[in-house]
């Protein structure tokens, strides 16, 4: 069974730059993936930040950025503000309409 | 703008059944194909099933395979998901989500999700 792993949490400084990645158990990610990384705050559904690996979703900041780091999606947020505390999920695209979601990282801004 | 709104959530005892619904705004949602995702109480988002424009494919997640039937009714505009022989691990908050194609994927919009708990 394919397992997505994300960092269980992940802190920041305000300002400062953040990177969160989403890998995963057996094998690389590659864009072949299509990753993709949402945003939620409690009780919200989450939120479109970045899809295909790399497209920001309309009308969301510029900080925040997606790539390919080595064998993993990854999320980068530059200058990093308070309202980014939030929840992050990657979703790897399978193939034959089978996504598989990471555990989420628990980003603190302090 | 597309807007989708779950609803039939609820109580419900283990192996009971529920069936959630989901409408969507606009005259194309016989082209949009659609995901179920869940979220139980504090934890992670988990996919659960998907369905196509034109439900030729139907896929779950193993967790809910025989036990949940996704379907929809393009005349409606709506979404379904049936859930039988109910189980506590099953409580979550249930979202429908469109799946946009273009060569790859985006999942938008979503919708607020609905609730259902499993418990006696």
């Known amino acids: 069974q394919t397992v997505v792993t994300q960092e269980p949490s992940f802190s920041v400084s305000p300002g400062g730059t953040v990177t969160l990645t989403c890998g995963l158990s057996?094998?690389?990610?590659?864009?072949?993936?299509?990753s993709s990384w949402y945003q939620q705050t409690p009780g919200q559904a989450p939120r479109t930040l970045i899809y295909?690996?790399?497209t920001r979703s309309s009308g969301v900041p510029d900080r925040f950025s997606g790539s390919i780091l080595g064998n993993k999606a990854a999320l980068t947020i530059t200058g990093a503000q308070a309202d980014d505390e939030s929840d992050y999920y990657c979703?790897?695209?399978?193939?034959?309409?089978?996504?598989?979601f990471g555990g989420g990282t628990k980003l603190t801004v302090l | 703008e597309v807007q989708l709104v779950e609803s039939g959530g609820g109580l419900v005892q283990p192996g009971g059944s529920l069936r959630l619904s989901c409408v969507a705004s606009?005259?194309?949602?016989?082209?949009?194909?659609m995901n179920w995702v869940r979220q139980a109480p504090g934890k992670g988002l988990e996919w659960v099933s998907y369905?196509?424009?034109?439900?030729?494919?139907?896929n779950y997640a193993d967790s809910v395979k025989g036990r949940f039937t996704m379907s929809r009714d393009n005349a409606k505009n709506s979404l379904y998901l049936q859930m039988n022989s109910l189980r506590a691990e099953d409580t979550a908050v249930y979202y429908c989500?469109?799946?946009?194609?273009?060569?790859?994927?985006?999942?938008?919009?979503w919708g607020q999700g609905t609730l259902v708990t499993v418990s006696s």
């Open positions: 989500v469109r799946v946009v194609w273009s060569g790859y994927f985006r999942f938008d919009p």
């Open positions: 606009g005259s194309t949602f016989s082209s949009y194909n």
């Open positions: 369905i196509s424009s034109s439900s030729s494919t139907i």
């Open positions: 057996s094998g690389s990610v590659s864009t072949s993936y299509y």
């Open positions: 295909n690996t790399n």
């Open positions: 979703v790897l695209y399978m193939g034959s309409g089978i996504w598989v």
